[in-house]
């Protein structure tokens, strides 16, 4: 069964290729200040994704900007999607101070494991 890999800005598009070679279809998504593609927040039953994964800069809102990663998340939670956050994992440790509260669906991953992470979130 096709599952949906939404993704967001900056995803690798190589690796994004092979999962449509592996019989996945790939989403552009939105965090909602780029414009890449349909925002996350407008996620919902009917247009669900079954995996969401971007570098945590785009997680990150700017100074100033009243919202969090949590809330630019809320759907992925409501609707129990995985998410996987790419980031080094030397530095994982302060991206998750740097991001606050952390969803239970969201899951640090260095860039090197994500295709493992990835394939093993759509089993």
Known sequence: ??????????TDSVWLTTLNAQGHTTLPL??????HGMN??????QNRVDLLIGYLHKLLPAEGIDVTMAGMLHATTVYGIP????????????????TGDVPANVQFVDPSALPDAALGALA
């Not at 939105?30 to 414009?35: E, I, P, R, V």
């Not at 956050?85 to 740097?98: D, G, K, S, W």
Request: some cysteine.
């Open 83 to 98: 998410v996987l956050v790419v980031c080094p994992a030397e530095i994982q440790a302060t991206a998750r101070e740097l």
């Open 1 to 10: 069964m096709r599952k949906i890999v939404g993704y967001l800005e900056g």
């Open 40 to 45: 996350i927040g407008m996620l919902n039953q």
């Open 30 to 35: 939105s965090n909602g200040f780029d414009g």
